[in-house]
C-alpha cells in the first residue's frame, strides 16, 4: 500500500521505495514518543575548525590559522555551553543523546577538551546521555592523549571518516594524509577502547569510477567499523570545487554506486538512515548503515525531525520539535567565528525562549 503510494502519487522507483520504508521501519524504535519527547532533547555543538580545507566541503571548516581564532570562538562556546546547560537544569530538559561535529573538533588540543568535557557536566551530559559522538574526521588531528580524554569523558562513539582509501584522490580532493593515516588512526581509536567507530566516504570523487569506489568500501569493511555513511559528492555552495566551477567527474552516478548495498548487507550492515541534498550527483542519496544494534539515535532524530535537538557554537542548527503536534521551527548559529562571537548572548536568549516557549 505505501509502496504502491510512493510510487504512484510520488514517482519514487520501486527499488528507492522499498529502500525507503525498510530504513522507516527501522528508524521507528528510536523515535521518541510524546512524553519522551517533551523530557529529552539532543545537542549538537559545532567547532568550525580544520587543519586544512577539503575542496568539496560547505561544511565550516576554517582552516586553523582563520581570524579571529579558535581561543576567542573557544571563549564564547564554554560561555555557551554552561549557560545553556545552566538552563536546561531549570527547565527539567534532559540530553540524551550529543553529538560533537563541525569542522573537525579533534583540532582542540588536550587542554581545551578537558575544559570542554568539564563544561558538559554543567546540565548537559548527565547518566541519561546514552549516546555521545565525537567527529574525529581527520585522521591527522588524532592523538593519545585526545582519545583517552574523551573516553573518560563519556563520549561512546567516534567518527574517523576517509572519505576514500585511495592516495592519489586524497591529494586531489586537498586532504593532508594519506589512507595509511587512516589504518593508523582506526587502530589508534580502537586500542583506547572506543566499541562504536563510524566511517564516511564518498561516491563520485573526482577520477573514481566504480572500482575505486568499491576498493576503498572493501578495505574500510576490512577495518571492521561499527558504521559506515556512503555519502554522493554534491557540488555544494560555498566549496572550493564548487566556486572555481570544477567539473568534479563525468561518469554516470549510478555506475559508481554499483552493488554497494549488496556488499553493505552481505558485510552485516543494514540501511537505517537516508537524506538527500541540494546539487547531489545523479540525484541519490547519503546512506546511513550500521550493524544492528549500531544505528545512531541522533542521526535518525536529527533526519525524521521527531525529537528538539539544539545547536551550539559555529554552523550548528537547532530544530525545534512541538510534541504537541511535531512541528519544526528552526534556529540558526553563524558559520563565521567572528559573527558567533559577536552574536553568542542573544543566540543562547534566543535559544531558551524557544524551549521555555516548548515546555
Ligand atoms: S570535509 Fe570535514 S575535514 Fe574536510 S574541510 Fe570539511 S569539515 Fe573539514
Request: charged letters at 25%; glycine letters at 8%; aromatic letters at 8%.
Amino acid at each position: 500500500m505505501i509502496q504502491r503510494e510512493l510510487e504512484d502519487k510520488y514517482l519514487v522507483m520501486p527499488e528507492k521505495a522499498e529502500l525507503l520504508i525498510d530504513v522507516a521501519l527501522r528508524n521507528r524504535p528510536y523515535l521518541p514518543n510524546r512524553e519522551e519527547a517533551v523530557r529529552f532533547i539532543g545537542v549538537y555543538i559545532g567547532i568550525p575548525f580544520c587543519p586544512s580545507r577539503c575542496y568539496y566541503c560547505s561544511f565550516p571548516g576554517y582552516p586553523l590559522q582563520h581570524r579571529p581564532g579558535l581561543s576567542e570562538f573557544f571563549q564564547a562556546l564554554i560561555y555557551e555551553v554552561r549557560q545553556t546547560g545552566q538552563a536546561l537544569k531549570e527547565l527539567n530538559l534532559v540530553v540524551d543523546n550529543l553529538y560533537i561535529g563541525g569542522g573537525t573538533p579533534t583540532v582542540l588540543d588536550a587542554p581545551l577538551w578537558d575544559k570542554l568535557l568539564d563544561s558538559l557536566q554543567g546540565g548537559i551530559l548527565g547518566p541519561e546521555t546514552t549516546e555521545f559522538t565525537v567527529e574525529a574526521g581527520r585522521p591527522d588531528t588524532l592523538k593519545p592523549e585526545i582519545l583517552n580524554l574523551l573516553i573518560n569523558g563519556g563520549v561512546n562513539r567516534i567518527c574517523v571518516n576517509p572519505q576514500t582509501m585511495n592516495d592519489k584522490t586524497l591529494i586531489r580532493i586537498g586532504r593532508q594524509h594519506d589512507a595509511q593515516m587512516i589504518r593508523d588512526a582506526f587502530a589508534m581509536v580502537r586500542h583506547t577502547g572506543f566499541k562504536h567507530i563510524n566511517m564516511d566516504l564518498i561516491v563520485g570523487l573526482p577520477e573514481e569510477g566504480r572500482t575505486e569506489f568499491e576498493q576503498s568500501l572493501r578495505e574500510v569493511l576490512r577495518l571492521g567499523p561499527e558504521s559506515i555513511t556512503v555519502h554522493h559528492l554534491s557540488r555544494k555552495r560555498g566549496s572550493t570545487w564548487q566556486m572555481q566551477e570544477v567539473d568534479v567527474n563525468q561518469d554516470p552516478i549510478g555506475q559508481m554506486v554499483g552493488n554497494t548495498d549488496e556488499i553493505m548487507v552481505k558485510a552485516g550492515y543494514l540501511p537505517y538512515y537516508l537524506y538527500r541534498q541540494k546539487y547531489m550527483r545523479g540525484n541519490q542519496e547519503n546512506i546511513g548503515y550500521a550493524r544492528p544494534g549500531s544505528f545512531s539515535k541522533y542521526n535518525i532524530r536529527i533526519i525524521e525531525e521527531r525529537q528538539t535537538i539544539i545547536g551550539l557554537g559555529g554552523g550548528a542548527a537547532s530544530k525545534f520539535v512541538n510534541p504537541n503536534n511535531w512541528t519544526l521551527t528552526t534556529l540558526y548559529h553563524p558559520k563565521d567565528p567572528a559573527t558567533y562571537i559577536n552574536k553568542v548572548e542573544g543566540l543562547i536568549n534566543a535559544q531558551v525562549d524557544k524551549l521555555r516557549a516548548l515546555s
